[in-house]
C-alpha cells in the first residue's frame, strides 16, 4: 500500500468555494467584485516612503521574536491612549498580521477535544484553524433578527462547560458589519466569568465604524483585561496587508507562551513591516480619517441600493467594511445565487456560506471598492433580479 503523505488532519479541512468562484470570475469578462477582503487604497505614501528608506539601510535581517523594542512601545502607548488598555510592552507581541497571533493564541491555549465558541458567520479562518489544532468549533449563531449581535443565550445552547475555556469576539464583525453594542458586551462579560472563560478578541476593523458608534475593546471593560487577548492588525487600519504585520496584547502567561511558539512558526514578522507599522503608529493618522469617509460614502450607496431591490433586505452594517444582504426569497442557495449574480449580473460576491452555516441565504458584498464599481454593480444586480421570481 501507497504510503499517505497528505495529513489526515489536512484531508478533513473543508476547501473553501472561493477559490471555484475566482475561477468562474476569471473565465467570464467585465466582471464587477464586491468580493474584496482588502483595502482597495493603497498603503499611504509616507510608510512606503520610509519602509523603501529602511530596506536600502539594510534593515533586511531577523528582528527579535516578540517583536521591535520601540514597536511595542508604540503599541503599548496605542492601547491605552485609544483602547483604555493598559499593557506593557512586554504584554505585547508582535506576528505576521492577527492571523499569526489568532494561530498562535489558540495553539497555546486549546488541547485537542477542546471547545471554543466562535460567531456563526464569523471570519472564514477560526473553524478551520480549531479543527487543524483538533480543538471543537462551538459556532455562535448570529441572526438577523437580533440585527447580528451576539446573545448569550445562544451560546448558553452549545456551551459544552467542562471542555470550554476559550471564545473568540470579532467587533467589528467580518461578514456581518455588525459592532457589538455596550449592552452586548456587558452580557458577554458576565458570561465568560461565569464560565471562566479566556477571550481572543479580534479588532481588526477597530477603526471603521459609522453612524456614531463607538468601537469598545473587551479588555477595556471592568477586570476583562485579565483574561482577554487583545488581536489588532495594521492590515486594514493602514490599508498595509501585504506587509504583514498585526499583534496580540493580554495577561503575561499567555503572551509568554505564544512568543514560545512564535520563534517555530515565522521567528518574527517582516522587519522591514515592523519599522514601517512604527512609522503607520508614530506618523500622521490623516489617512485612517480619509478612508474612513470614503468607506462610509461607500457603505451608504451599497445599503441604501440594496434596500430598493425587491426581494433583498439588508441589516445596516455599523462597522468593517461589508454588507451581508439576505437573498433567501430568490430561493436559491448562497452558493448558486453568488454563481448566478457572476453569470447573468456579471457582479461576484461572496457567499454567506463562506462564513460558517448561519451565512445560508445570504451573501457578503464588499464596499473596498470604487464608488462607481458599487453604483454599476447595483445596477446590474438590480436589472438581472428583476425577472426572477420571489
Ligand atoms: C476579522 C478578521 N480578523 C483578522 C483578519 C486577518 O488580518 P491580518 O492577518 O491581515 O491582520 C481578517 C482579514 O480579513 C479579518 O477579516
Redesign the pocket.
Known amino acids: 500500500m501507497a504510503r499517505r503523505v497528505i495529513s489526515e488532519r489536512e484531508e478533513e479541512l473543508p476547501v473553501s468555494t472561493i477559490g471555484e468562484l475566482i475561477k468562474i470570475t476569471e473565465e467570464s469578462k467585465g466582471i464587477v467584485s464586491l468580493g474584496p477582503?482588502?483595502p482597495d487604497f493603497d498603503s499611504p505614501k509616507h510608510i512606503i516612503d520610509f519602509a523603501c528608506k529602511m530596506l536600502r539601510e539594510g534593515k533586511t535581517h531577523y528582528s527579535p521574536p516578540g517583536g521591535r523594542t520601540e514597536l511595542r512601545e508604540a503599541i503599548s502607548k496605542k492601547l491605552k491612549r485609544e483602547n483604555n488598555i493598559d499593557l506593557p510592552p512586554e504584554q505585547i507581541i508582535v506576528t505576521?498580521?492577527?492571523?499569526?497571533?489568532?494561530m498562535l493564541a489558540l495553539f497555546c491555549t486549546i488541547d485537542p477535544g477542546e471547545g471554543v465558541l466562535l460567531p456563526d458567520p464569523g471570519?472564514l479562518?477560526y473553524k478551520p484553524t480549531v479543527e487543524i489544532l483538533n480543538g471543537m468549533p462551538l459556532s455562535v449563531p448570529h441572526k438577523e433578527s437580533d440585527g447580528f449581535q451576539f446573545k448569550t443565550e445562544e451560546a448558553e445552547k452549545i456551551i459544552v462547560p467542562e471542555k470550554t475555556n476559550i471564545m473568540i469576539l470579532?467587533t467589528p464583525?467580518?461578514p456581518l458589519g455588525v459592532v457589538y453594542n455596550k449592552k452586548t458586551l456587558e452580557e458577554i462579560a458576565d458570561f465568560v466569568t461565569e464560565y471562566d472563560i479566556t477571550v481572543l478578541s479580534?479588532e481588526?476593523?477597530e477603526k471603521f465604524v459609522y453612524d456614531g458608534e463607538k468601537h469598545v475593546s473587551f479588555a477595556s471593560l471592568n477586570g476583562m483585561d485579565k483574561r482577554t487577548i487583545t488581536?489588532q492588525?495594521?492590515?486594514?487600519t493602514y490599508a498595509m496587508?501585504g506587509f504583514?504585520?498585526?499583534y496580540a496584547a493580554g495577561p503575561e502567561n499567555l503572551i509568554n507562551a505564544m512568543k514560545k511558539v512564535h520563534i517555530y512558526s515565522s521567528i518574527c514578522s517582516p522587519t522591514v513591516s515592523q519599522l514601517a507599522a512604527h512609522m503607520a503608529l508614530t506618523g500622521p493618522q490623516k489617512c485612517i480619517t480619509d478612508m474612513l469617509k470614503e468607506y462610509d460614502k461607500r457603505r451608504k450607496i451599497m445599503i441604501k441600493r440594496l434596500c430598493e431591490i425587491d426581494g433583498i433586505s439588508c441589516v445596516n452594517p455599523k462597522g468593517?467594511f461589508y454588507a451581508f444582504p439576505n437573498i433567501s426569497r430568490f430561493g436559491k442557495k448562497s452558493l448558486d445565487f453568488s454563481k448566478w449574480l457572476i453569470k447573468n449580473a456579471k457582479v461576484a460576491t461572496v457567499p454567506g456560506t463562506e462564513f460558517g452555516r448561519m451565512g445560508e441565504g445570504y451573501v457578503r458584498c464588499s464596499y473596498a471598492t470604487s464608488y462607481k464599481k458599487i453604483e454599476n454593480a447595483m445596477d446590474q444586480i438590480e436589472n438581472s433580479l428583476k425577472n426572477i421570481k420571489k
Open positions: 477582503g482588502e505576521c498580521g492577527s492571523t499569526e497571533a489568532i471570519f479562518c470579532n464583525s467580518n479580534d481588526a476593523y488581536l492588525s495594521f492590515s486594514k496587508p504583514r504585520v498585526g468593517a
